[in-house]
C-alpha cells in the first residue's frame, strides 16, 4: 500500500494548483494540512506522512468495513421484519426530502432524521455487533460491588446490558420508538454502548452511522425489499470478533 500512497504523492505534486484532486480518501489524506487541502490550509499543522497515511488507512478497512457492512444488513433484517417501521420511515424520508427520488442526500438532511436514528439506535441494540469489549483496570477500583484489584482483565459484556430487561421494557422486542424523546423513555446512563465507551469509544461511530443511515435511506425510498426464503426467515450469523452476518437473501424491487 505504501507503493500506492508514494505513487499518488507525486502525481499530487505535479499537478497545477487549479488541478482537482479527487475526493477518495487517499487524495484527502495526502492533501490535509497542505495547500490543497480543500478544508483550509493550517500552516500550524504538518501534512501527514506516507506512513500515518498507511496507517489510517489500514485503521479504516480493518476497524470500518466489515463493522458497517454487517451493521446494515442486519438493520434492513430487522427493518424487512417490522413493515409497520418501515412505513413511518417512509413518511420521514418524504417529510424531509420530498417526493423526488433523485434529491442527493446531505449531512445537514441526515441530522433532522429522528426515527431513522431511532431505528438505527434500536438496531444496534437488538443485534450488539461487538457483544464484549476488553479491558484492564488500571487501578484498584470497585465495580458493580465488586473489588478490582490493579490490572485485573476483565470483559463489559454490551450485549448482555443492551438485553437486560433491568434497563430495557421487552428487550428482545425491536421497537425504535423507545429512542424517540416523545415517549420520554428514560435511556440510563452506560446502557446503551454499541460504540463502547470512554477514552476507548468507537471513533468511526459518526462516519458509520452517516453511511448507514444515508444507504437506508437510498434504499428504502426507491425499492421494495423482502425477504426471500426460509433461509432467510433468520440471517445466518457467526461470531469472529464481530457478530457476521454469513447468509441472509432479500429481493429487492424499485416501487416505481
Ligand atoms: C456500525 C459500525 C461500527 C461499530 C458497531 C463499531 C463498534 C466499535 C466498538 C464497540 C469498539 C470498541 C470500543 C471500546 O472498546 O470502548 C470500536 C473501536 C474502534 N472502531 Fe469502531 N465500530 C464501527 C465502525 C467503525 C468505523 C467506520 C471505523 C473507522 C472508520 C471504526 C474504527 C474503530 C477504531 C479505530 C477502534 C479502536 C479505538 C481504540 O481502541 O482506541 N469503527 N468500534
Not at 488541478?19 to 477518495?24: L, R
Not at 501534512?47 to 454487517?70: K, R
Not at 435511506?217 to 425489499?225: G, H, P, Q, S, T
Request: proline share 5%; glycine share 4%; charged share 30%.
Amino acid at each position: 500500500m505504501l507503493d500506492v500512497i508514494i505513487k499518488r504523492r507525486k502525481e499530487i505534486d505535479n499537478m497545477q494548483s487549479d488541478e482537482m484532486i479527487g475526493s477518495n480518501l487517499l487524495d484527502i489524506l495526502l492533501t490535509l494540512h497542505t495547500p490543497r487541502d480543500p478544508s483550509g490550509y493550517d500552516e500550524s499543522e504538518p501534512p501527514l506522512t506516507d506512513q500515518e497515511i498507511c496507517a489510517i488507512i489500514t485503521e479504516v478497512s480493518i476497524a470500518g468495513i466489515d463493522t458497517t457492512g454487517n451493521t446494515f444488513c442486519f438493520a434492513v433484517w430487522l427493518l424487512v421484519k417490522h413493515p409497520k417501521v418501515i412505513a413511518r420511515f417512509r413518511e420521514e424520508i418524504s417529510e424531509i426530502l420530498g417526493e423526488d427520488i433523485s434529491r442527493q442526500i446531505t449531512y445537514e438532511d441526515l441530522e433532522k432524521f429522528t426515527y431513522l436514528d431511532a431505528i438505527m439506535k434500536e438496531s444496534t441494540r437488538v443485534i450488539t455487533l461487538t457483544p464484549i469489549s476488553p479491558r484492564n483496570s488500571t487501578q484498584e477500583s470497585i465495580i458493580g460491588g465488586k473489588h478490582l484489584e490493579a490490572n485485573t482483565k476483565f470483559l463489559i459484556l454490551h450485549e448482555l446490558i443492551h438485553k437486560s430487561p433491568e434497563f430495557w421494557e421487552n428487550p428482545d422486542d425491536f421497537i425504535p420508538e423507545r429512542f424517540l424523546k416523545e415517549t420520554n423513555n428514560e435511556i440510563a446512563k452506560n446502557t446503551f454502548i454499541p460504540f463502547g465507551g470512554g477514552t476507548r469509544m468507537c471513533p468511526g461511530r459518526y462516519m458509520a452511522m452517516a453511511e448507514l443511515k444515508t444507504l437506508l435511506i437510498l434504499l428504502f425510498r426507491k425499492y421494495d425489499v423482502e425477504l426471500v426464503d426460509n433461509v432467510s426467515k433468520e440471517p445466518k450469523i457467526q461470531f469472529t470478533s464481530v457478530y457476521e452476518c454469513t447468509e441472509m437473501k432479500v429481493l429487492v424491487r424499485p416501487k416505481y
